[in-house]
T-cell receptor
């Protein structure tokens, strides 16, 4: 799986949009971009994933650049409960072998939402 | 849907004892379950991958005789930390991969188990 690079930490004011960047310059054509988050002392929670088109769900929006070398996760109206470590992961989806299903977690971005 | 539970949520044990952690997929069947370990202020590290009915595949540096994994059914995998020592104290997290059309190839994580070895 391709490596990702994320800022170590970010702050965001409550109610404002949180934009979390991720670089994945070595991403392959069949690799998806996945975002998970981990609130303190809990298991990771799936947020969103995409291949090349921008995606939106009830939690967030994912913007992927045209060359797919970077992406941005957007939390439109951050709340205090969004304080967590956010992980950007690239992996191949839709495969049946274990290697294709592995998730390799990097350091992530520690997002602190402040009142 | 896609709920994964772990039991216990936390456990404290004496050095030298064994501890079993259960991981269950509550509303879906999982052919593959993954076990991760997370030390304080660090990221998740994959320990092993288990497939229902077969032996687990361990990552490099993880002792298979110390961390026994059993995946006896499509909804249950267990991790047993044998002869636990203080350095095994960590947050253990499992994830499960679904087999049906809805959950195929996505991983869903359990809430984690905090192990403290005295």
């Amino acid at each position: 799986d391709a490596k990702t690079t994320q800022p170590t930490s970010m702050d965001c004011a409550e109610g404002r949009a949180a934009n979390l960047p991720c670089n994945h310059s070595t991403i392959s054509g069949n690799e998806y971009v996945y975002w998970y988050r981990q609130i303190h002392s809990q298991g990771p929670q799936y947020i969103i994933h995409g291949l090349k088109n921008n995606e939106t769900n009830e939690m967030a929006s994912l913007i992927i650049t045209e060359d797919r070398k970077s992406s941005t996760l957007i939390l439109p109206h951050a709340t205090l409960r969004d304080t967590a470590v956010y992980y950007c992961i690239v992996r191949v989806a839709g495969v049946s072998n274990n290697a294709g299903n592995m998730l390799t977690f990097g350091g992530g971005t520690r997002l602190m939402v402040k009142p | 849907g896609a709920v994964v539970s772990q039991h216990p949520s936390w456990v404290i044990c004496k050095s030298g004892t064994s501890v079993k952690i259960e991981c269950r997929s509550l509303d879906f069947q999982a052919t593959t379950m993954f076990w991760y370990r997370q030390f304080p202020k660090q990221s998740l590290m994959l320990m092993a991958t288990s497939n229902e009915g077969s032996k687990a595949t361990y990552e490099q540096g993880v002792e298979k005789d110390k961390f026994l994994i059993n995946h006896a059914s499509l909804t249950l995998s267990t991790l047993t930390v044998t002869s636990a020592h203080p350095e095994d104290s960590s947050f253990y997290i499992c994830s499960a991969r679904g087999i049906d059309r809805t959950y195929y190839n996505e991983q869903f994580f359990g809430p984690g188990t905090r192990l403290t070895v005295l």
